[in-house]
């Protein structure tokens, strides 16, 4: 004898619940995709909502941006992904090497850019992430000005097109840390560009426009 099979469970819109939250996290989510323009969607997509369950911080661009460079399929450091990079590791003073490393793949970034800055900081298995986060602004600007107005611009609280203002103190360690590692500037003239600098914003907040004509900062 032939069993028939049972027939399809049918549903009408009484009998699914959709939470109310839900339609506010998929549009949260498609934004953050517009903005981000992963290159991998369906890995991107697993790190957001894993950054989400977990409370910390997401992958996602503030703004649209055009990669930099491209290496393979890889797009290389943009000044949003590194913004992404800083907002997910800032609360250590240190992170290690493995730490570092999985928040770079989970942008799809070059992993020979992550080489190659670890290089130029000699960078061992404990990273200071403030140092670390210089040389990333290095590799985007590629002078010691244009990195420190990267700097500013990333770590500002300012409004989008604001002044990028940033605290002193912050500066002086980018700009000595930098500065240092040129090995090309001479201690005297490290100083004195601080001492200007300082007097100038009054020991505060520096925004590019106080250092940008000062040509002491690079030579």
Same mark, same amino acid.
């Given at each position: ?41 369906? /890995?991107?997509? $697993?790190?957001?909502? %894993? =950054? @989400? ?7 996602? !661009?503030?703004?649209? &941006? ?64 403030? /140092?670390?986060? $210089?040389?990333?602004? %290095? =590799? @985007? ?7 420190? !107005?990267?700097?500013? &611009? ?66």
């Amino acid at each position: 004898m032939n069993m028939m099979p049972p027939p399809e469970t049918m549903y009408c819109a009484q009998q699914i619940n959709i939470p109310p939250e839900l339609p506010n996290i998929l549009k949260q989510f498609t934004k953050a995709a517009i903005k981000t323009q992963p290159h991998d969607v369906l /890995q991107w997509a $697993a790190d957001y909502f %894993s =950054a @989400l369950s977990k409370g910390q911080g997401l992958p996602v !661009k503030e703004k649209l &941006e055009m990669p930099v460079a491209t290496q393979k399929t890889d797009t290389g450091l943009t000044p949003g992904l590194l913004k992404i990079l800083h907002q997910q590791l800032t609360s250590k003073e240190c992170v290690t090497k493995e730490e570092l490393l999985l928040k770079w793949k989970d942008l799809r970034l070059p992993i020979e850019q992550l080489d190659t800055i670890l290089a130029l900081g000699n960078f061992t298995e404990n990273i200071n992430w403030m /140092q670390f986060f $210089a040389l990333g602004c %290095s =590799a @985007l600007g590629g002078t010691i000005v244009s990195a420190l !107005k990267h700097a500013c &611009e990333i770590l500002t609280e300012d409004p989008e097109g604001g002044a990028a203002q940033i605290p002193f103190d912050t500066f002086q360690r980018l700009y000595t840390y930098l500065a240092h590692l040129d090995g090309e500037i001479p201690k005297e003239q490290i100083d004195s560009f601080l001492h200007r600098l300082e007097e100038e914003c009054q020991g505060e907040m520096v925004q590019p426009s106080n250092f940008t004509s000062f040509r002491s900062a690079e030579e």
